[in-house]
């Protein structure tokens, strides 16, 4: 069971201004530990964000965003008490999701 | 109370507090804490912790001047320990040189006892005017051969203070490479050749 | 490079526009700093750790299965506003001077029940290997943003303390000859592109102490004032420093007084 995301959804005039903090490893895939055996991949692929019915952002990943990445972005069409849900999976087909109300 | 007011006697508070902590023996005994206070870690043995003549005369005198017989008595022991090339010559391979003063790893508890250690030169000095990630706790050796030519003087002046900069400047800030087993001769004959070989992007 | 380190550096890339490729790599390197700080706002990856901290202070756990409302950090049993910057201290019930998280231990284990040997099985968080203590510590360490630092040191305990950390500050050993001062002891210095803090002045002092505990990003790690003295004393080619040992605490005790009137800004967000 992962970490829950930290979200926050403010209005910045006609824009919702979104900051969203994830709790990952994100592994790469090319790390060795102290053994020097390497550690299995295991980052997140895809990252969708969902309001008033409609996909406001969907980003595709690689193993190059870093551990426990902070996700910022902005976008137009909703307003304070609407609902954004983001989603994201990994590449061990892990998910999880969350939500948060704009305020 | 006025703020800089404050900060003044918290200064002469402090500084009271430190030289109570000073005074002869009735201070704590730091040897003794540091001993309970660590556990051995791989390559990073307690003996560590037992401070040579230098280390304990330094400790002592750190937050002071070094009186003069102190200097002398520091630098005399520190320039008996300095063993010049064995085959007389200064110089190995510059690009050798380059990856032990680019090297930050080697003799902590965390490194692999089987690689040899770099000097970090790159840490405390400026060198390869193209390297721009440089410190400053040391002076700038940006064309270090090309400022200095390559006299007997200067190389034996070179080679000492890689070897044992204490020969020179007591309780220096610059570890003791040679004397401490830090580097071997091969790697100090290859900073040699990085400082001064014409061809050494220091000396660009 | 580490891949964090290359993460940072293409942040940095970006921002900077050529990176550093200008002499005067130190100062606008700096100023890229702050602008990457900058764009976190108040986010700061520190706060999974005060989460999960926060709801461990919560949580009825152990043999005895309490929560840490019991808990008397200076001011009090549960107070944890500005708790932080008045530790170290004494403390009667243990006859001992102690810093934050060796406090929290002693919660853990007298309140409730938890084994020491349990509590301080993972001090320092490595990937899915949480630390709990990491994350109380967090939890505490944010309640006292905003506080100023103080340290009265009325008990002569906390004052011998303070002496010895100040000794260790200065004591030079290992294959390198370093001491804490080595590198602490002058401003205006760095290594490589990592200013100096001088910690013996109040102005260093509190520059380093007010922000620690922090999100280390190379690491992806919150790291506390206990891990932060190990690791340099790694660094220094030194033994293992031991978790809430005398020069530990010492140490911590010597840095916060010196920092003292310094406003809490923790956890922060580093390299």
Known sequence: MSDPMRIRAVMLGDQVDVKILMSHVMETGQRKDAEGVVVPAHYIVKVTAQCNGRTVLSADWGASVAKNPYLSFRFKGAAKGDKLTVTWTDTLAGTRTDEATIS | MKPLLKLFLQAIVIGLLARSAQADGSGPNVAAAMRASFEAKRQATMARLTQDETQRLCTQHAALPLPRKVAARITALNRATVKPPSDGAYFGDLKNGEVIAQTGTGLQSSDDPAKPAGGNCYACHELAGSELAFGTIGPSLRQYGKLRGNSPAVLAYTWEKLYNSNAQMPCSNMPRFGARGILREQQLKDLMAFLFDPASPVNQ | MTRRARALAGALGALCGLGLTTLQAAPSTEDAIAEYHAMFGDENPAELWQIRGEALWHEKRGPRHVDM???????????????????????????????????????????????????????????????????????????????????????????????????????????????????????????????????????????????????????????????????????????????????????????????????????????
């Open chain 3, 69 to 271: 409302s019991g808990c008397d950090l200076g001011l009090g049993a549960g107070v944890i506003a500005g708790a932080y910057a008045q530790l170290p201290r004494w403390f009667e019930d243990t006859q001992q001077v102690q810093d934050l998280e060796t406090r929290l231990v002693t919660c853990m284990t007298t309140l409730q029940g938890l084994s020491r040997e349990e509590v301080l099985k993972i001090k320092f968080g490595d990937g899915e290997k949480k630390s709990e203590l990491e994350a109380l510590t967090a939890y505490v360490v944010t309640a006292a943003k905003g506080a100023e630092i103080r340290l009265p040191m009325q008990h002569p305990a906390e004052r011998a303390a303070y002496a010895l950390g100040q000794g260790v500050f200065y004591y030079r050993a290992g294959p390198h000859d370093f001491a804490c001062a080595t590198c602490h002891g002058e401003t205006g210095k760095r290594i490589r592109l990592q200013t100096l803090p001088k910690l013996t002045e109040p102005a260093g002092a509190q520059n380093a102490y007010t922000h620690w505990p922090a999100y280390r990003v190379s690491q992806g790690e919150l790291r506390t004032m206990e891990w932060r003295l190990q690791d340099c004393f790694r660094q220094q080619r030194l033994p293992q420093l031991k978790f809430g040992s005398e020069v530990a605490i010492g140490l911590t005790m010597f840095l916060a007084k010196t920092a003292e009137g310094g406003v809490m800004a923790a956890p922060s967000i580093k390299r």
